[in-house]
């Protein structure tokens, strides 16, 4: 049995718009990294996050740029890559290692942009696997991002930030028409001819019609791999990747509308080797997830942040069916629910070492709230153990700290 707790609240000074903040955590080190943009100002704050979820000696400011939308990627050697839209909505990115002390050059990667998508990737060459025990130095993280074209179409690129924090986009794969387009890559990596890339996902809207396309990515570049569409409108779209093993990679996406305005769709898909996508679970629910966070290094546990039907913010944590275990397609482990009523809504988990289920996991959320104003939460996602006796008199619950 698992619970949520409410931590603490902390109120950014300053507002931000839609879609112009972003929060992304370094989990060794407890450290929470906000990009967000403020009257025009692209800013990098830095935030310690306690054990009991106190949010203390920030925000230890930097400015990245100038611009509007922004997104962050934090690595386990904590390096930090933050995108952004300038005022010429030109898309940027710049790296810095811990805190900001060193900055890298900001690259421009494409002009005429109208709005990207970013995820995490990784290492691809020479680990087998993301794991967290793993003790081989490399000089250089990855990660994989889309652009949309302001005059139509988008692309998938695939990003590198060095020790330096000198950050590299390799040549573009074309996506094609639509918009809304959202991407998640598997957790682990696939072994390919003695490489190790990893598995992407896309999900967009094309022409009254949801697309889907599995890609690879690596030290290669990117690779398409196979596409899927079906007729159905689109107001929302959200992808998560996991990996229940190596060479065993699953997608959650989950759609708006679903049957009708009051659910959401989710489907469960499964990935094989030359990439073809099988759905083997769905299911429609009345939450409308607005992101997703791990909650495991390998498995299909995840942590969501989403907003209830009456407009407050929650966190749940979810565990999604593997492929052939039978399962429902979703079950909730456990769902808090907290007073704020934001428009936006990000969330981060700061993993423990190891996958016990005596270590709590610590969540953060970044919400958009009245006038604009940021709040970052703290949740403590842990195990509870319920001892009944036998006879019909329970002497009471404990809960593992």
Same mark, same amino acid.
């Given at each position: 049995?698992?619970?949520?707790?409410?931590?603490?609240?902390?109120? =950014?000074?300053?507002?931000?718009?839609?879609?112009?903040?972003?929060?992304? &955590? /370094?989990?060794?080190?407890?450290?929470?990294? %906000?990009?967000?943009?403020?009257?025009?100002?692209?800013?990098?704050?830095?935030?310690?996050?306690?054990?009991? !979820?106190?949010?203390?000696?920030? +925000?230890?400011?930097?400015?990245?740029? /100038? !611009?509007?939308?922004?997104?962050?990627?934090?690595?386990?050697?904590?390096?930090?890559? #933050?995108?952004?839209?300038?005022?010429?909505?030109? =898309?940027?990115?710049?790296?810095?290692?811990?805190?900001?002390?060193?900055?890298?050059?900001?690259?421009?990667?494409?002009?005429?942009?109208?709005?990207?998508?970013?995820?995490? &990737?990784?290492?691809?060459?020479?680990?087998?696997?993301?794991?967290?025990?793993?003790?081989?130095?490399?000089?250089?993280?990855?990660?994989?991002?889309?652009?949309?074209?302001?005059?139509?179409?988008?692309?998938?690129?695939?990003?590198?930030?060095?020790?330096?924090?000198?950050?590299?986009?390799?040549?573009?794969?074309?996506?094609? +028409?639509?918009?809304?387009?959202?991407?998640?890559?598997?957790?682990?990596?696939?072994?390919?001819?003695?490489?190790? +890339?990893?598995? &992407? =996902?896309?999900?967009?809207?094309?022409?009254?019609? %949801?697309?889907? $396309?599995?890609?690879?990515?690596?030290?290669?570049?990117?690779?398409?791999?196979?596409?899927?569409?079906?007729?159905? +409108?689109?107001?929302?779209?959200?992808? /998560?990747?996991? @990996?229940?093993?190596?060479?065993?990679?699953?997608?959650?996406? &989950?759609?708006?509308?679903?049957?009708?305005?009051?659910?959401?769709?989710?489907?469960?898909?499964?990935?094989?080797?030359?990439?073809?996508?099988?759905?083997?679970?769905?299911?429609?629910?009345?939450? %409308?997830?607005?992101?997703?966070?791990? =909650?495991?290094?390998?498995?299909?546990?995840?942590?969501?942040?989403?907003?209830?039907?009456?407009? $407050?913010?929650?966190?749940?944590?979810?565990?999604?069916?593997?492929?052939?275990?039978?399962?429902?397609?979703?079950?909730?482990?456990?769902?808090?629910?907290?007073?704020?009523?934001?428009?936006?809504?990000?969330?981060?988990? #700061?993993?423990?070492?190891?996958? @016990?289920?005596?270590?709590?996991?610590?969540?953060?959320?970044? @919400?958009?709230?009245?006038?604009?104003?940021?709040?970052?939460?703290?949740?403590?996602? $842990?195990?509870?153990?319920?001892?009944?006796?036998?006879?019909?008199?329970?002497?009471?619950?404990?809960?593992?700290?």
């Amino acid at each position: 049995m698992y619970a949520i707790d409410k931590q603490k609240t902390h109120d =950014l000074v300053g507002g931000s718009a839609e879609y112009e903040f972003d929060v992304g &955590v /370094h989990a060794a080190t407890r450290t929470v990294h %906000i990009a967000r943009a403020m009257s025009g100002t692209i800013r990098l704050e830095t935030w310690q996050v306690g054990n009991d !979820g106190t949010f203390s000696g920030g +925000p230890g400011e930097v400015t990245v740029g /100038h !611009g509007t939308r922004t997104r962050i990627v934090v690595f386990d050697n904590h390096r930090i890559v #933050v995108l952004w839209l300038d005022a010429s909505s030109a =898309l940027r990115i710049r790296a810095y290692n811990s805190g900001g002390a060193l900055a890298g050059e900001a690259v421009t990667v494409e002009t005429t942009i109208a709005n990207f998508d970013v995820v995490s &990737v990784g290492v691809t060459t020479g680990v087998p696997q993301g794991d967290p025990g793993g003790f081989v130095y490399y000089a250089y993280r990855q990660f994989a991002f889309t652009t949309l074209s302001q005059n139509g179409g988008w692309k998938l690129w695939f990003g590198s930030v060095t020790d330096n924090a000198e950050v590299y986009a390799g040549q573009p794969a074309l996506g094609g +028409p639509g918009d809304k387009v959202v991407l998640s890559c598997a957790g682990m990596n696939e072994t390919l001819n003695s490489a190790h +890339p990893r598995n &992407v =996902l896309t999900l967009w809207r094309d022409a009254g019609q %949801i697309k889907t $396309h599995s890609w690879r990515v690596g030290a290669g570049g990117v690779t398409s791999l196979t596409s899927a569409a079906e007729t159905k +409108p689109l107001g929302i779209g959200i992808v /998560h990747g996991m @990996s229940v093993a190596q060479n065993n990679d699953v997608f959650a996406t &989950v759609v708006w509308p679903g049957a009708s305005n009051a659910t959401a769709r989710l489907q469960l898909v499964s990935m094989s080797a030359q990439g073809v996508m099988t759905q083997y679970a769905t299911a429609e629910f009345a939450e %409308i997830p607005r992101s997703f966070a791990r =909650l495991q290094w390998h498995g299909t546990d995840v942590a969501v942040g989403y907003l209830t039907a009456d407009g $407050h913010l929650a966190v749940a944590a979810w565990r999604f069916a593997a492929s052939g275990s039978g399962s429902a397609a979703r079950t909730v482990l456990a769902s808090k629910a907290g007073t704020e009523q934001p428009t936006q809504v990000r969330i981060a988990s #700061v993993m423990p070492q190891s996958d @016990s289920d005596d270590d709590p996991v610590t969540l953060v959320t970044l @919400s958009r709230v009245a006038a604009g104003t940021l709040r970052l939460v703290s949740w403590r996602l $842990h195990k509870t153990l319920v001892y009944q006796p036998v006879g019909s008199t329970p002497i009471g619950t404990l809960t593992k700290r």
